[in-house]
């Protein structure tokens, strides 16, 4: 499973995990509700007709709008977000009757970084 953002990072991993495994990926693009207008079109039709990668795209911005309603810390936005893609990956999968062993998407070591605290310290949590 493949989760496709459509920025730069997820956008090479994609051709990449499709030309390395083919029929085998599935990737999942996400509607949060919070993307610019056109992206969710514009994507489906990149990867979807252009590269001809299984693509499915989900719209779970009522989910996510939802979630984040009246929220304004950052670091609780940052957890919400993360937890709910997680959940529509999952939901998607047994929609498909599918499991998947593992998770592509494009993050780079920096993301990684600023998403995990080294001991407990709260500088390292930059997002």
């Keep these: 499973l493949l989760g496709l953002s459509g920025g730069v990072d997820s956008s090479v991993a994609a051709p990449l995990l499709h030309k390395a495994i083919g029929k085998q990926l599935t990737s999942v693009f996400v509607d949060n509700g919070l993307l610019r ?13 252009h590269f001809h990668i299984d693509l499915r795209v989900v719209d ?22 993360g937890r709910t893609f997680v959940e529509v990956f999952e939901k998607t999968l047994k929609d498909l009757g599918r499991t998947a062993e593992f998770l592509g998407q494009g993050t780079l070591y920096p993301d990684v970084i600023e998403s995990v605290s080294i001991q407990g310290n709260p500088a390292s949590l930059i997002k």
């Design 37 to 49: 207008k056109g992206e969710r079109e514009y994507v489906r039709d990149l990867y979807g007709k």
């Design 60 to 81: 779970a911005s009522a989910l996510f709008l939802r979630r984040l309603k009246g929220v304004s810390d950052p670091e609780t936005k940052r957890k919400i977000i």
